[in-house]
């Protein structure tokens, strides 16, 4: 199972960033889906995560700025990132709790990470 990232870059403060993540392999199920990022010196955070159902949470900094989203005929979440501020930079990663094919276990996958730049 691999996730794919992509969307990153370098973006004006107030500026908006789609990211997306897609995950193939042999999926028999994704449970939640989300997204973290990594600012340098920093640990990694939860910035959103969504549930099978639809069902949303937000880093409370995020919060009205971020929408994430997912496209289960797709095995692909989303992140849309609005009004975006200095604060912001990092690097992304993409996260996804799988089950297999092959196993009755669900087990976390990461993206390879993507990054976001905001200047001010």
């Known amino acids: 199972v691999q996730l794919q990232a992509c969307g990153g870059g370098l973006v004006q403060a107030g500026g908006s960033l789609r990211l997306s993540c897609a995950a193939s392999?042999?999926?028999?199920?994704?449970?939640?889906m989300g997204w973290y990022r990594q600012a340098p010196g920093k640990q990694r955070e939860v910035v959103a995560i969504?549930?099978?159902?639809?069902?949303?949470d937000y880093l409370d900094s995020v919060k009205g700025r971020f929408i994430i989203s997912r496209d289960n005929a797709k095995n692909t979440v989303y992140l849309q990132m609005n009004n975006l501020k200095t604060e912001d930079t990092a690097v992304y990663y993409c996260?996804?709790?799988?089950?297999?094919?092959?196993?009755?276990?669900?087990?976390?996958?990461w993206g390879q990470g993507t990054q976001v730049t905001v200047s001010s």
């Open positions: 392999g042999p999926i028999f199920s994704i449970n939640d």
């Open positions: 996260n996804a709790a799988i089950r297999r094919w092959d196993t009755r276990f669900t087990n976390d996958y």
């Open positions: 969504v549930t099978i159902g639809g069902s949303a």
